[in-house]
């Protein structure tokens, strides 16, 4: 199958841990080391909590998600395409639930630095975070871009529905092939070199 007629849109956004990098987050044992319960995002687990009870935990997930942060891995095929997108002049941005820091650190690991201006990556810190579209309305914001122009790359729920909810064309990866979230998305892939494919 073809996706060529994708390039047509020019601003695409990618989640980054798990889409960009090889996903090697355990959530589950996150939420263990935290002390937060199973089954809830970290994030929304973590903002049921009183500030004097969810102040350190968020500083101590900060110092988790930095040393996983060192070991990020680029995707396969995730750089063949980041190339075939910027040399179609196309805008490449990251909406992460990851905080600002890790995003540099993440994205110098993974030797995909370079395909990503740092005011095109918005992170926890600046938007509510997936599934809320509010980072990725801020990215169409500073592009002066349509939705209908753009694309959200995503391995997860929260990326899918975020994209959903801004109006953008949603691509979901699972190397699994499993798509528990199929229903969700408008395209489901293994891989991003399957993005590639000519028509």
């Known amino acids: 199958m073809s996706y060529h007629w ?3 849109r020019k601003h ?8 960009l990098t090889i996903a090697h987050h355990d959530f589950d044992a996150i939420r263990a080391e935290l002390g937060l319960p199973k089954g809830l ?14 102040k350190p935990l968020s500083i101590k997930l900060d110092e988790i998600e930095l040393e996983l942060a060192h070991q990020a891995k680029p995707a396969e095929g995730a750089k063949k395409l980041l190339d075939m997108l910027l040399s179609q002049g196309t805008m490449l941005g990251i909406v992460t639930r990851n905080n600002s820091v890790n995003i540099a650190v993440t994205l110098k690991a993974a030797g995909l ?7 095109n990556c918005v992170s926890r810190n600046c938007a509510l975070p997936k599934p809320s579209p509010a980072g990725i309305f801020e990215l169409l914001n500073r592009w002066q871009a349509k939705a209908d ?14 994209g959903s909810a801004a109006g953008a064309k949603t691509i ?5 092939g499993q798509f528990p979230f199929k229903k969700d998305a ?3 892939i293994k891989q991003m070199a399957e993005l590639m494919a000519q028509s």
């Open 41 to 54: 995002p970290i994030l929304e687990a973590l903002s049921q909590l009183p500030e004097e009870v969810s």
């Open 6 to 8: 994708l390039t047509m």
């Open 113 to 119: 630095a370079d395909y990503f201006l740092p005011e």
């Open 149 to 162: 122009d753009a694309v959200m790359v995503g391995d997860y729920i929260h990326d899918i529905k975020a």
């Open 172 to 176: 979901y990866i699972d190397p699994s």
């Open 186 to 188: 408008d395209i489901c």
């Open 12 to 19: 695409w956004i990618f989640d980054m841990d798990g889409t």
